[in-house]
Nanobody, 114 residues
Framework: QVRLLESGGGLVQPGGSLRLSCAGPGSVFKSAAMEWYRQTPGKQLDLVASITSDGNTNYTDSVKGRFTISRDNAKNTLYLQMNSLKPEDTAVYYC????????WGRGTQVTVSP
C-alpha cells in the first residue's frame, strides 16, 4: 500500500509561517477526505484540520484563523498553510486519508522556537 508523504516541516521563529505538503496516489485524492494531525512526545495524536473531497474544511479551535487546509486534486497534494506559529504548535505533523484502510504518512517535524 502506497503511503502518503509529508514535506515542508522545519524550524521557524514564533510568528513565522510554514506550508506543509502531503503527496499521495491519485486514487486517494479522487474521493477521500483528508486530515492533518499532530503529536508531541508522550501525548496523543490530535486532529488539526480536515477537508472533504469537495473542499469543506474544519479546524481545531487552537488553530482557527491561523492555519488553512487545502487540496489540489489535480496534483494529488494536500496542504497545510500555518501562519502566526506559536511554540505550542511544535509537533510532528501527519497527513491522513480517510480510506479503507486509513492511509498515513511518516510525519514531518515542525519546531517553533526563538
Amino acid at each position: 500500500q502506497v503511503r502518503l508523504l509529508e514535506s515542508g516541516g522545519g524550524l521557524v521563529q514564533p510568528g513565522g509561517s510554514l506550508r506543509l505538503s502531503c503527496a499521495g496516489p491519485g486514487s486517494v485524492f479522487k474521493s477521500a477526505a483528508m486530515e492533518w494531525y499532530r503529536q508531541t512526545p508522550g501525548k496523543q495524536l490530535d486532529l488539526v484540520a480536515s477537508i472533504t473531497s469537495d473542499g469543506n474544511t474544519n479546524y481545531t479551535d487552537s488553530v482557527k484563523g491561523r492555519f488553512t487546509i487545502s487540496r489540489d486534486n489535480a496534483k494529488n497534494t494536500l496542504y497545510l498553510q500555518m501562519n502566526s506559529l506559536k511554540p505550542e504548535d511544535t509537533a510532528v505533523y501527519y497527513c491522513s486519508a480517510i480510506t479503507s484502510p486509513r492511509r498515513w504518512g511518516r510525519g514531518t517535524q515542525v519546531t517553533v522556537s526563538p
